[in-house]
């Protein structure tokens, strides 16, 4: 597996997953190429060999105390192996270098394999857009993530002093 930061030049790649895995509600290329260039975002590509197999990106203004996932999919024939919560982690420590405190996502309802996983990294449902995916007219679940207790838990050592003092004695 290899992340790395996406170009235009993954656009038609992108593009290929988005509608694959979005069809009612895919995003159009010149969107995803404006997302892509901001400079308040980053995407990245899950590549596997020549292959784009995955992406997603998180729009995190320097300064800002909050941040939010703005899409993550990868082709099926990846799915089950760790790939999207590694795709996951990466996005969610560009926001905390970016400054970000609080993270936040909307996922479908219907969905139940990424709330599960947004959950277990401690993401918690905050509301409902009711209706908010359309044609289907299935609800946005809005999640939130506070990023110092995820940081914490990802690192209990940086959050105990005491827990540092002893390993290194």
Same mark, same amino acid.
């Given at each position: 597996?290899?992340?790395?930061?996406?170009?235009?030049?993954?656009?038609?790649?992108?593009?290929?997953?988005?509608?694959r895995g979005f069809p009612a509600d895919a995003w159009s290329a010149q969107t995803m190429g404006a997302e892509i260039s901001?400079?308040?975002?980053?995407?990245?590509v899950d590549v596997e060999g020549e292959h784009v197999v995955g992406y997603g990106g998180v729009r995190a203004l320097r300064g800002s105390s909050d941040a939010d996932i703005q899409t993550?999919?990868?082709?099926?024939s990846v799915r089950g192996r760790g790939r999207g919560r590694a795709l996951l982690r990466a996005l969610i420590a560009t926001a905390l270098d970016r400054g970000a405190r609080e993270l936040? &996502?909307?996922? =479908?309802?219907?969905?139940?394999?990424?709330?599960?996983?947004? !959950?277990?990294?401690?993401?918690?449902? &905050?509301?409902? =857009?009711?209706?908010?995916?359309?044609?289907?007219?299935?609800? !946005?679940?809005v999640m939130r993530l506070d990023l110092r207790s995820w940081a914490d838990a990802a690192d209990p050592d940086a959050a105990d002093p005491d827990a540092a003092e002893e390993a290194s004695a």
């Open positions: 597996m290899t992340l790395r930061t996406a170009t235009l030049d993954d656009l038609a790649a992108i593009m290929d997953l988005e509608r901001s400079l308040h975002n980053l995407y990245l993550i999919a990868l082709d099926p936040f &996502l909307d996922v =479908r309802d219907d969905n139940t394999v990424a709330r599960a996983l947004y !959950a277990s990294e401690g993401f918690v449902e &905050l509301g409902r =857009r009711p209706g908010y995916y359309q044609p289907d007219d299935v609800d !946005a679940v």
